[in-house]
Nanobody, 127 residues
């Protein structure tokens, strides 16, 4: 298993942009599918995007489709989440998770499929 560390969160005004990073330790990170989740206060953790390993497949939840983009740089063991046109409802703690035996679904990923979590990074969208 790889260890993951999220970063890049912060306070941004509505309509602004942020880029989150998910840095992994360990080898063969390129063989891991990576999923971004977020959890707002009082709500369940929801899967919002996924990027496959070798197949390059991606998934985006309807709530972020067209605004968020995942990418990966396997040479740097890092996955990114570019977030544009941010809305107050995007406010949450964002987490990444990875698994070498996971394929991006065509529905929101389930948090229960992942057993290892980082500390997350807080994103606050407010004027």
């Amino acid at each position: 298993q790889v260890q993951l560390v999220e970063s890049g969160g912060g306070l941004v005004q509505p309509g602004g942009s942020l880029r989150l990073s998910c840095a992994a330790s360990g080898s063969n990170f390129g063989y891991y599918a990576v999923v971004w989740f977020r959890q707002a206060p009082g709500k369940e953790r929801e899967g919002i995007s996924c990027i496959g390993s070798t197949d390059g497949n991606t998934y985006y939840a309807d709530s972020v489709k067209g605004r968020f983009t995942m990418s990966r740089d396997n040479a740097k063991n890092t996955v990114y989440l570019e977030m544009n046109s941010l809305k107050p409802e995007d406010t949450a703690i964002y987490y990444c998770a990875a698994d070498s035996d996971y394929y991006c679904p065509d529905y929101p990923p389930w948090a229960s499929d992942f057993g290892s979590w980082g500390q997350g990074t807080q994103v606050t969208v407010s004027s």
